[in-house]
């Protein structure tokens, strides 16, 4: 379980940085009255590297907790 738990909250976000380097050009964008927001060029090789995360581990966090529900009754 720890192997686990360390895999998802230090591998995955390590995996993002790493990616995110090959199609950063700048670090940072900070536009006015936001915050800083990380830099990507608007390429179809960046949306799979950097914007499909949420996607991803929304739909796989939906399924383990619709397999949960399942299982449960």
Known sequence: AVIADLCISIGIPVTILAL??????????????????AAAYNVILAY??????????GCISF???ASFFLHTK
């Open 20 to 37: 995110h380097y090959i199609v950063q050009r700048h670090r940072f964008n900070i536009p006015e009255d936001v915050a800083c927001w």
């Open 48 to 57: 799979f590297p950097i914007y499909m995360w949420p996607a991803l581990l």
């Open 63 to 65: 399924v383990y907790s």
